[in-house]
């Protein structure tokens, strides 16, 4: 079945380095990509998305390719701050209803 | 901006009881989703629905059941709550024009005792 896969945390990093979360997906159709991010005590907020091959989504610093050659759609940014401590989930939906498939979520901690 | 809110942030209940979690949306949206999110499985739709009186059974339904009656509120009722479902509850809504943009309440951690 349709399913998104995305690297298991939590992942730790120090306050301006080089963050990758990696995610990949399963799905029958052509799927746009999200990225949502939780910030604690809070509810999903939508992050970057792309709607076809080839689109970068971009916010906030964040970058995401949408590969489909490698079914990827790997999150970046160059230089990670404190106030991105947070769970990351990667997610698809394949464009015939609102649902969305969410990976399981990486937890994020950046250290001053 | 879309505001979604839930009936309340924390929420303690006994086995047995039969509990209500409220979501309201502010936007006029036609779609509305429950989920229950836990440690290590990530976001798990339990029901959504596309319109007023209309439900759907999503991945994890055992135990729940929906009711909405006016477009703007979606309600999660547990007809006798387990301690399996401790949880956190997310609700979300979206317009229906296919934006697919899902936007979140805030949730409801629940602890059934």
């Known amino acids: 079945g349709d399913s998104v896969t995305q690297m298991e945390g939590p992942v730790t990093l120090s306050e301006e380095a080089f963050l990758t979360i990696n995610c990949t997906y399963t799905?029958?159709?052509?799927?746009?990509l999200f990225w949502y991010v939780q910030y604690p005590g809070e509810g999903l907020q939508l992050l970057l998305k792309?709607?076809?091959?080839?689109d970068k989504g971009s916010n906030k610093g964040f970058e995401a390719t949408y590969r489909k050659e490698t079914t990827s759609f790997h999150l970046e940014k160059g230089s990670v701050q404190v106030s991105d401590s947070a769970v990351y989930f990667c997610?698809?939906?394949?464009?015939?209803?609102?649902?969305?498939?969410f990976g399981k979520g990486t937890r994020l901690h950046i250290l001053p | 901006d879309v505001k979604v809110t839930q009936s309340s942030r924390y929420l303690v209940k006994r086995t047995g009881e039969k509990v209500f979690l409220e979501c309201v949306q502010d936007?006029?949206?036609?779609?509305m989703f429950w989920y229950r999110q836990d440690p290590g499985l990530g976001l798990r739709l339990i029901y959504f629905?596309?319109?007023?009186?209309?439900?759907e059974k999503g991945d994890i339904p055992e135990g729940y059941s929906v009711s909405r009656e006016k477009k703007e509120r979606f309600s999660l009722i547990l007809e006798s709550a387990s301690t399996n479902q401790t949880s956190m509850y997310l609700c979300?809504?979206?317009?229906?024009?296919?934006?697919?943009?899902?936007?979140f309440g805030p949730g409801t951690r629940l602890t059934v005792t």
């Open positions: 979300a809504s979206t317009s229906g024009s296919r934006s697919y943009e899902q936007y």
């Open positions: 799905a029958t159709g052509y799927p746009s």
């Open positions: 792309a709607t076809k091959a080839d």
């Open positions: 997610a698809l939906t394949l464009n015939r209803d609102d649902k969305i498939i």
């Open positions: 936007m006029d949206h036609e779609n």
């Open positions: 629905s596309y319109d007023v009186k209309m439900k």
